[in-house]
């Protein structure tokens, strides 16, 4: 048993010891703090709470709104009783830092700029009255004739491209954004189907209207639809809740904590819309940015507050590249009376200047019980971080990185493009390095993961993320042109090192590179072929390769037994335990020869040197010799006795066995991942039976009843065509999905069909065949056309751009490339979410949510899986009935002395070919035995992790100053992570990465190309066949026979390299 007073004493000194280091930590904050002093503050204010702005309210309800006694878009008493609070906390903060003074200020003490609407001035007045109750203080402001250039969210750039660029972001940004639900309570809250909108202007329902948008020189961006009539509304809500009204006045008391979340979604999405796109936020906040950076630069006043709305703090975030933020107790990301604090402190220890942001807001419960602020009851604070100005634990970043940034965001308001080589570089830099790091935990989990259904999910996202990661290196590579990328500057803004970035190649990677029976059928082949070596003259029996346990599912014979036979790689690696025994072996070699060197140095000395001494008589020696032979064996006791002491003390793991090798992190790793497959395999074999158990009850409980309804669905589809359109539908083929296109919504509604009907009727009335003919032929001539003309247009544009960079005048810069997989990765995520939140909200009793299976979702997906089939049949048994009903209509049409007109039939879609099946056959399993005869064949066992070599570092920071681009030679680091990414993955086994057929190795002789190959093939668990010419046709009698064997061997076994040395002297000529 352990000693439980030395136990005590442990945890009391290790409490003592986490004491000094939360006292130290304080005590060097608090030092750091002390050293600081506040020198200057720039405030940019919202309004407080202020009345509705919108005229549709009443047309949007039948209910009535909330009185108020100020006019639409004013300040209202109890705002300004708000900001009042919020200036007099500033006034309080800012006097006991210095700034501010007791008396009244002058203007180089305090200034204040506010927009000429009421609810700005006013708000403006209410910050001034109680900051200096006594004091004249000016309100600066425009004229109110006109708009103020600074606060006036208006669009300034009136070009086309301008436009389309801004168009297609807004677009871009509406199509991601997932509101029917929001939009389902709005309709609920304000009871819509009853509204003026829905009786006159017959827009009922906002999910299904239609949301425009407006971009026009000289005025806001303009967004009219649901969009826009929700955010009105959920305003109104809003200033409501804010102002105080009782909670049967705020939305008439339909609100609560899930509607709130809800209906946010729109406020949220309407602003992102609006002002936070790229383009339209840096060309509003123009004058913005330029003001403020004349402030930061230019102006001494101590404390400068502007006061204005939320469009100019939205846009400012999004064009100075604030990281994104979510502000605690509060429904918006600007609340009414919110304000951005740029606060410029002086670190008197280090002499510099420091900036520190900061948003300071009243929280939901203060502003609707107009809490006092005080230090005792402060206003909530959340830091704000630039993307281009680093951060410290503090929350300060330095002021100098600050004005540098402003100079570049001032240069591009003007638009200038910023032409620094460095630039396209960091930023496609920093999102690769963010993808490689979520690659590798996104690995990790899946590894990690012991639950079938949720694992495919994971493996999903992760093939999507690599198709993104593969663009942006592609983009990197034609950037740079190099295929080495570096991106060191990414790294420092992102405090990684280069090691942080590289992809881990998984665990899972070899052990699933090959089916089970493959790889069983490739230890056969071996065995065979090493037999058939053994024993040449031996009458070789027909091959039985296919007769496995691999194939038994395929072919119904019976295993034989084979041999494990690998051979070993060319380049072997040789052991650790091997050069510790070569070591050992040479320290006890010199141990002999020191001991009779000595010896022999020790007879010469006594010889020549030393004076004659007589020996000891005889019985002494043998007394001294049996002393020594006691104490030796009492010795010889007690070392037996402690060391089995020690070894039943390393047993019971009392202590540690100073002689057992410990396993690296990745060794520990890795038994965890295998831990985790076994279970998965387990786990798997029982998931198995039990869709068997539940695919048979629900064919015998369901089957019957899922026909009848599918039948039934198809049915009153006919009639509603019938009723509707006056003819029947025409059926979808079996390549379309047959019923199921019905279902989702991909077949065209009768309202389409009829007016396309009705736009082929104006088409075609008053023509004739031939016309209609001549005008087709017409139309594809001119499609010909005019593809040449854009062909011949996008060379010229690619001239003129290739002679603009060559200008360093005229050089438009570099303009990254818009995603194409982005929309997909969202897509992804939230199918993923859709799917698993509710069961990681809330989990069953047993934890089948994360380890196992869940019945619920087997259940569910066999359904789905049996209600397909079921339609298929349903189908063929349809299209006969559907038949039947057009004879029928036909015969009607007839009796009636009626035309039964003609329809064009669908449209067959064109389905690729499935690729033909892998036959395998005796036959063609004795045609590739040539392959192991001729020994050429093999599975090396080296890994990429072998390949030992640093990053080049130096390559990056030449290549932004060479304009040339010399680049130095890549180090060894850089090929292993090249060939990582374009032969590991590279190979088809991720479905996401970049498949790649061939990979060609340049580099001087004896520089490891061989063994990079041998490291490939290992970590894939591939098989590699060497056909180097000079080794090939030495061995093989029929090449051009052999070699379309080793063809049919790679498909069989792959994975499979191809491997081929010297090939320049093939192709010499050609090269």
Known sequence: MYNKSLLNTIIFILICVAMQVVVFSFIVYSSAMSSLKLEQVVILSRHNVRTPTSKNLGRMTPQFWPHWKEKPGFLTKKGFLLEGYMGKYFYTWLNKEGLLPAKCPSEKDFYIYANTMQRTMYSAQAFVRECFPRCNITINHADTDKPDPIFTPMIHNSTDIFKEIAFKEMKYIFNHLNLNNSYNVMEDILEFNESDFCKIDKDCYLAADITEFNITADKKPEVTGPLKISNEAIDAFLM????????????????????????????????????????????????????????????????????????????????????????????ISTPVGGKIVFQKWLDEKANEYLLKIEYVYQSNEQLREAAVLSYDNPPQFKLLELEHCGTDYRGFCRWNDFINFLSDLKKAAKGLYLKERKLAPEVLGRLYAQYCDVINRMYDSYLNSVHLQRAPCILEIVSLFWKRLYELRKELVNYIVNDYIYVDEALCSLRKTPYDIQIVIPYHFPLESRSKGIEELLQTMWADAERRKNAPKMEQKKSQMLDFDGFLSTTGVQSVQHVKIIEDSVSTIISEDFIQANLIQKHERYRKFYIEDFKAKCRRRRQYFAEKVKDAPKYLRISAARLIQRAYRRYMICKRDEMLNNKRDVILGIVPDPFRKKLSYEEENNKIYERKRRIRQNIREKYKEEIEKEKIRLVILKKDTQIEDITENIMLWFKEWYEGYGFFPKYPYDTEGGTVMVIRENYPYIEEQIEEDEKMAQRTKGKTKEMLKGEQKAAKLEAVMREELAKEQKLKEAELLFKQRCNPMSDPGYQPQQSIHTGNITEALQNYRAAWSMHDRFPESPPSAVFGYMQSVLTEDLMNQLHVECRKYVDELMRLDLKLLIKKHQRMYKKLGMKYPKFKPRKRPNVPAPPKPFAISDKMLQNIQIVFDLNIISKPTAKMKDIYGDLNYAAYEQNIRDPDAKFPPPGCGDIRSLLILSCVFGTGIEPGAVRNKAVMLLGPERNGKSFMVDAICGEINAVKIDITPEVFSAVAKKPARALSEVFVAARLFQPSVIYMRNIERIFIKKV
Not at 286 to 294: A, C, W
Not at 307 to 326: R, T
Request: aromatic share 16%.
């Open 240 to 331: 409501a809740y804010y102002n105080g009204f009782p909670f049967k006045d705020v939305a008439w008391g339909k609100l609560n904590d899930t509607n709130w979340h809800s209906i946010l979604d729109i406020t949220a999405g309407y602003h992102n819309v609006t002002f936070c796109t790229k383009h339209i936020a840096r060309d509003i906040a123009q004058p913005m940015i330029k003001y403020l950076t004349n402030i930061f630069f230019n102006s001494n006043t101590r404390v400068i507050l502007l006061m204005g709305h939320d469009a100019n703090i939205n846009v400012l975030l999004s064009a100075m590249s604030f990281k994104p933020y979510e502000l605690d107790y509060n429904f």
